[in-house]
């Protein structure tokens, strides 16, 4: 059975800065707090659930910058994962691994040889991760990933676990989800972010599920690393998701009957620092309907539904019918959402969206990087 580790859409990295009617200034910082839903009713019949703290600065989320400048200038290194996923790989039963993926060398032929060079890269920094994260992870094995299926259900990159990448496995003892996100939390996140609540908070609270799970990755680019701490939660499909039409409340999947924004952003306007995403994969065509609260006016721009109100909080859904149904749920001024403003349903005659009192038009395009095409991180499938 296929299971999902770590799936997190990126809305932005580093700041941009846009104007709009009224002289209003919006801005998006390096920290992003993402909620994310996964239905998968098409490939393994379950839910996820999760919570993705996120940074491309390294004082925001903490690791030594000798360490990442050294796993950035490696260019066959894919990204570092520390997680006590379950089986994270293949072969692995009731244990925590670091995983260090590398991309393949073309010039290595054959089995033993793809191996032998993976290990001589990832043991180069094994020892310096296990003293930084307080771990004592050993070596298990190389893993080469060949399953592409969900890359492909869900039109993204498979950077850590698409066809070609090839994982050094590292195990340790298994540990609880709850005191080894604390842990890692309290090490990585700077106090201004945990003392700022939000998202964090409600990490905090799923950490705290039999069924959770934890991984935190280093993903290296050309010129800085996103850093991601991420909480998730799998359940099996609940009836109440099956059949032609069925009724999702979104904040039911994180046990909370309203999400909060961080305090860490009310020094500025960055409303698309805090997103609640959901994509509901199924093996009929469906659409959404029966929306609670707001759905936002949009304009298509590359082919790609843009709000044109970021002031206003509610509903981006794109594709709102389909196989795939694909929605966020912006934030605006407000500070919260509560659940009967998430609520919707698929498969019903009626959308019954509001509209927005007033458009504005925006000036310069924003970058909004949709979810079916965003880059997804640390997929770990397996039969």
Aim: with cysteine.
């Amino acid at each position: 059975m296929l299971k999902i580790i770590f799936i997190i859409a990126i809305i932005g990295i580093g700041s941009i800065s846009t104007n709009y009617a009224y002289s209003q200034e919006m801005s998006l910082a390096t920290f992003q707090e993402s909620a994310q839903i996964i239905i998968d009713k098409k490939i393994n019949q379950e839910s996820i659930a999760s919570i993705t703290l996120s940074s491309s600065n390294i004082q925001e989320i903490t690791i030594p910058m000798e360490l990442e400048e050294k796993i950035r200038e490696n260019k066959r290194i894919q990204a570092v994962v520390i997680t006590n996923q379950n089986n994270c790989v293949l072969g692995v039963y009731d244990q925590s691994c670091i995983i260090i993926n590398i991309e393949r060398n073309p010039e290595d032929k054959g089995i033993f040889a793809i191996q032998d060079s993976t290990r001589e890269i990832a043991d180069l920094y094994i020892d310096e991760i296990n003293q930084i994260f307080d771990t004592n992870a050993k070596f298990f094995q190389v893993y080469i990933h060949t399953n592409d299926e969900t890359n492909q259900a869900l039109d993204t990159s498979g950077i850590i676990s698409g066809n070609g990448i090839i994982s050094a496995v590292y195990t340790m003892p298994m540990e609880d989800t709850g005191s080894m996100y604390g842990k890692l939390s309290s090490m990585l996140l700077s106090k201004s972010i945990r003392d700022g609540g939000g998202f964090y908070d409600t990490a905090s609270i799923l950490s705290m599920n039999q069924n959770a799970k934890m991984s935190f990755s280093i993903t290296p680019t050309e010129s800085k690393s996103l850093l991601q701490l991420r909480i998730s939660v799998n359940n099996p499909i609940t009836s109440q998701m099956e059949g032609a039409t069925s009724k999702i409340s979104p904040l039911e999947f994180f046990n909370t009957e309203d999400l909060n924004r961080s305090n860490y952003f009310s020094s500025g306007n960055y409303p698309l620092n805090s997103i609640f995403q959901i994509i509901i994969l199924s093996n009929d065509e469906t659409n959404v309907s029966d929306v609670s609260g707001t759905i936002i006016p949009t304009q298509t721009i590359d082919g790609m539904q843009m709000p044109m109100e970021i002031t206003k909080k509610g509903w981006i859904f794109d594709p709102q019918k389909g196989e795939t149904i694909q929605g966020k749920y912006i934030f605006g001024e407000s500070e919260s959402i509560n659940e009967n403003e998430l609520k919707f349903s698929l498969g019903g005659n009626n959308l019954q969206s509001k509209e927005a009192d007033e458009s504005v038009a925006v000036v310069i395009i924003i970058t909004i990087v949709s979810i079916g095409t965003a880059i997804f991180y640390l997929k770990g499938y397996k039969k």
